[in-house]
């Protein structure tokens, strides 16, 4: 979805806070987090001693990696080790992330039904789906 928007707006993948959210006065001047496209909130971690902090808009959002769910508007702060840092998921997100041997998977964050699921894979990435997909929830 965002290299299409990318390629038809002009909009780059790697926006600014104030961009994204221009109603919210704590992004004007956030110069150290960004957003990788609509949906995805990244702070690179700054400092040698692995603190890290991530301001989040209004709205739910989850750790890309601990699966943390967070109620913004917030400020995060934690501790992160040379594996992590600050990525937070807009709720509601699907994600088609490469898994291994050449397989991609789905990741949803938050509750989303699976019908909806397959269909925004199909129409946001493209992606034609075979007749007998297999759909594991835990």
Not at 68 to 84: A, I, K, M, N, R
Request: hydrophobic residues 40%.
């Amino acid at each position: 979805k965002t290299e299409n928007e990318a390629v038809e707006t002009g909009l780059p993948f790697i926006r600014a806070m104030v961009l994204m959210f221009p109603n919210d006065p704590n992004c004007l001047y956030l110069d150290r987090q960004y957003c990788f496209g609509d949906d995805i909130i990244v702070a690179p971690v700054m400092n040698a001693e692995g603190k890290g902090s991530c301001y989040l808009p209004e709205g739910s959002w989850v750790h890309l990696f601990d699966g943390t769910h967070v109620q913004g508007p917030c400020w995060v702060e934690e501790l992160y080790d040379y594996f992590s840092l600050p990525v937070f998921v807009r709720e509601g997100t699907v994600l088609l992330l490469k898994g291994q041997e050449e397989r991609y998977e789905v990741h949803v964050y938050g509750t989303i039904k699976v019908a909806e699921v397959l269909e925004r894979v199909q129409v946001e990435y493209r992606v034609k789906l075979p007749p007998h997909v297999c759909v594991i929830e835990h």
